[in-house]
C-alpha cells in the first residue's frame, strides 16, 4: 500500500525508509534506518525528482503510481546517479516508457555505466543554468560536482522557491512520520545524525560545498528538498549555518575531543586523567574510545570539536591498528584548523605520538601543542605532565577564539576551476601539467575564473 506525503499543493514526497540497513554504503552504522527522497511534481507536465535504492523500489513504484493518479510521467530527473537514488530507473522506464530523463552529461556515461541503457532511451542533458518549462513552473539546473559526485547537480524552481539539492543537507535517520524538520526538534535529536552524514559522507569537499553554498546564497529558497532526512520549509538556518561551519572546517564548539586506543587500559587511563583535569578548568570534554565506536562517530565529533587530543599505545612498533584507521580516516576527509595534543604509550620503544603526527600533518592548519609519552603506565612524574598538558591546552583557550561570523568564501576569487569537479586552483596562471587533485584531469579540464 501506498504511503506518500503533500509537499506542497502540486508537490509530493514519494521516496520510501529502510529501517532495516544495518551499514549505509557498507561502512556507516544506522540504527535508526535512512530515507530515500523523491518528489513527483505535479505541474501541466509531471516530473519526478529521483528514485531509490532497490531495496525499497516496490513501496516507491506504488507511490508515485498512487501520486500520478493515472497521468503519465513526463521527466524523470536524476541529481545523483549513487545507486541508492538510481537503482529504480529500470523499474521506471519499464512503467513509463515514454519519460524522457534529464541529467548532467557526466550522468548519462554513469548511468550507462551502471545500467547499461541503450539510445532508445530518451535524454535531455543539460548544463549551468539550463531549464525545463513544465507549465506554471520553469526548472533551473544547477551543477554541483564534488557534492559529492562529480555529475551532482541540483534544481532550482523560482516559482515555488524551492532547492532540489540532491545530497547536500540531507542526515542519516528515517522520516518516522514527520516528513519536515520542523515537525520535530532537530537540534536536539538530528543536528548529530545530519554532522555525522556530512562530515563522513560530502566532509572531504568542504571547497565545492562552498561554490554551491555560494550558489544558493543568491537565491531566493523557502523549501530544501534533499535526498536524505527532512524536507525545510522554516528556519533554514539551523541546517545552512553548520553547513557553513562544515565545509571551512571550523569547529562548531570550544572543547576538547579526547580519542584513545588502549590494551590494557593504561593509555585509557592517562586520557580520562587528562579528560579530568581539562574539566577542573572549566573545559568541555568528549571521550571516545577507538576500538569501541565507530570511526564515523569520531570523524563527526573532530568536525564538531575545537580541540583534538589522539592517546594511543605503540603497538607493533607503530599506531594501535584501530587508531590508525581513524587518523586516516580524518586526514582523507579533509579535517584541517585544529588544535591538536598527543598522548603515546609503549613498554619499551614508545613510537605512535610521532607517526600520529606526521599522519595528522598532512592535513591543513593541525597546531600541536603538546606530547606525552608514556612507559607502560602512570606514575607521578607522568601525572605532572598530564597537568601540565592540561595547562597548555587550556591557555590556548584563553588565547585564541572560533571564528563568529560564519562568512562564504567568494566565487569570484583569482584562479582557475575544474570543469568536470569543480575544485578551484587560486592564484596565477595554471601550471600545463597540473593535475586536478580531486578529479585527476589535467589542466585542459580547467577553466580561468572572470
Known amino acids: 500500500m501506498h504511503c506518500i506525503k503533500q509537499i506542497a499543493d502540486d508537490l509530493i514526497w514519494v521516496g520510501a525508509n529502510d529501517r532495516r540497513l544495518a551499514l549505509f554504503e557498507g561502512v556507516y552504522s544506522v540504527p535508526e534506518g535512512v530515507s530515500y527522497n523523491s518528489f513527483l511534481l505535479l505541474d501541466e507536465k509531471t ?8 531495496s525499497v523500489q516496490g513501496r516507491f513504484l506504488e507511490n508515485v503510481t498512487k501520486g500520478l493518479g493515472g497521468r503519465p510521467l513526463d521527466y524523470l530527473v536524476l541529481h545523483h546517479i549513487e545507486p541508492d537514488h538510481s537503482a529504480a530507473i529500470r523499474a521506471v522506464l ?8 534529464v541529467v548532467s552529461g557526466m550522468s548519462e556515461k554513469l548511468i550507462i555505466q551502471f545500467y547499461s541503457f541503450g539510445s532508445d532511451v530518451r535524454t535531455m542533458i543539460v548544463k549551468e543554468n539550463d531549464t525545463l518549462r513544465t507549465g506554471v513552473h520553469n526548472l533551473r539546473f544547477m551543477m554541483a560536482p564534488m557534492v559529492h559526485w562529480p555529475e551532482v547537480m541540483v534544481t532550482y524552481i523560482a516559482e515555488s522557491r524551492t532547492l532540489f539539492s540532491a545530497d547536500a543537507f540531507g542526515g542519516f535517520g528515517s522520516l518516522d512520520g514527520a516528513i519536515f524538520a520542523d515537525e520535530v526538534d532537530f537540534n536536539r535529536d538530528y543536528l ?3 554532522r555525522r552524514y556530512y562530515t563522513n ?8 560545498v562552498q561554490t554551491l553554498l555560494q550558489k544558493a546564497s543568491g537565491l531566493d529558497i523557502d523549501m530544501i528538498c534533499p535526498l536524505h532526512g527532512f524536507v525545510w520549509r522554516r528556519d533554514l538556518h539551523e541546517i545552512l549555518d553548520p553547513y557553513v561551519l562544515w ?6 564548539e570550544r572543547g576538547v575531543m579526547i580519542a584513545y586506543a588502549s590494551v590494557y587500559g593504561n593509555t585509557e587511563n592517562a586520557a580520562e586523567i587528562l579528560s579530568s583535569r581539562l574539566r577542573d578548568r572549566g573545559i568541555k570534554t568528549v571521550m571516545f574510545d577507538v576500538s569501541v565506536t565507530s570511526a564515523s562517530e569520531i570523524v563527526a565529533a573532530a568536525f564538531k570539536w575545537s580541540h583534538l587530543v589522539f592517546a594511543s599505545t605503540t603497538y607493533n612498533t607503530g599506531i594501535f591498528v584501530t587508531m590508525e584507521a581513524l587518523i586516516c580516516d580524518l586526514v582523507a576527509h579533509n579535517i584541517q584548523n585544529r588544535t591538536v595534543a598527543l598522548i603515546e604509550n609503549g613498554s619499551w620503544v614508545p613510537a605512535s605520538g610521532e607517526l600520529m603526527r606526521k599522519k595528522l600533518g598532512q592535513c591543513e592548519n593541525m597546531r600541536f601543542v603538546g606530547e606525552l609519552s608514556l612507559k607502560s603506565s602512570m606514575n607521578q612524574d607522568k601525572l605532572e605532565e598530564i597537568n601540565a598538558l592540561a595547562d597548555v591546552l587550556a591557555d590556548t583557550f584563553l588565547a585564541g577564539k572560533i571564528k563568529s561570523e ?16 569543480g575544485y578551484v586552483y587560486e592564484g596565477g596562471n595554471l601550471p600545463d601539467d597540473f593535475t586536478c587533485p580531486i578529479c585527476k584531469h589535467s589542466a585542459v579540464d580547467f577553466e580561468k575564473i572572470s
Open 192 to 194: 548529530d545524525k545530519a
Open 94 to 101: 519499464a512503467q513509463y516508457p515514454e519519460v524522457t530523463l
Open 406 to 421: 560564519l562568512t562564504v568564501s567568494s566565487a569570484n576569487q583569482d584562479g582557475y576551476i575544474c570543469q568536470i569537479c
Open 47 to 54: 516530473v519526478l525528482f529521483d528514485t531509490v535504492d532497490k
Open 247 to 252: 565545509s571551512s572546517y571550523e569547529p562548531e
Open 201 to 208: 559522507i560530502v566532509g572531504k569537499y568542504g571547497p565545492q
